[in-house]
């Protein structure tokens, strides 16, 4: 073997020799700075735990001296409020004053004045028809223009040139009927819900009495065998004459000269 391959060979050993001494320095200076000894872990341990317990000391301080804080700021309410309450005098009312009496105006008076001379009349009157001499049951309805009165038999006829009409009233609590003659005072057309066309209506002249009151007024003729009540009064005798109060029946009551003069028929 020459002595110049060797030669050659000297540098790469001492490479590795080098590398080997880096290696070697390198694991000491990992173990000095990187590796911990157990003994510092326990100390620190030791320490963390510590820490704790006074985290927990200070937050349960922290919550009694909040609680104590609380009940200082109430009871200071309280005795602002008693404080309050002792110096403040209760409400006292002050005396009624005695209400005043208005004098009565113009318009009161004319309203009184109009009232004055009017027939107070319920819902349900009694009613004096002079012919045919009979107290009927009368429904007061200020809904109606004109008066009506349960006819029968209606016929018409001329008499002297003039429109005429017989018809056949009823006798209340009976069956029998009374036949009148009376001239047509003029037809009106009455619009019925159950009927497409308009009914033309004989309108005759009748003296009644409702209460004091007496009068000739209008009455249409119609068959009232269905309703309840054999008279209607409407606006045509209401008019000016009467005040209507709905919550009264009967609150009027016909002289005893018209009952007599019924009864002697």
Known sequence: MSLRPMRANLPFRQVLLALGMVIMLAGCSFNRYLMVPKQDMNELSSSIQTQRVTLVTMENNASIRHEKTVEQHEESTRAILEAIQTQVEKPRCPPLRPEKICPATDASRQLSERLQGKLI????EKIYIAEPRQVYTARIDSGAETSSLDARNITRFERDGNNWVRFDVPI?????LVTLEKEVARRVKVFQASAADAERLLVVELQFAIGDHQQVAEFTLTDRADLTYEVLIGRNILRDVM???IGREFATELPES????RNDS
């Open 121 to 124: 009349v319920g819902e349900l």
């Open 172 to 176: 209340p609590g009976t069956d029998e």
């Open 243 to 245: 005040l209507i109060d």
């Open 258 to 261: 018209i009952l007599n003069n």
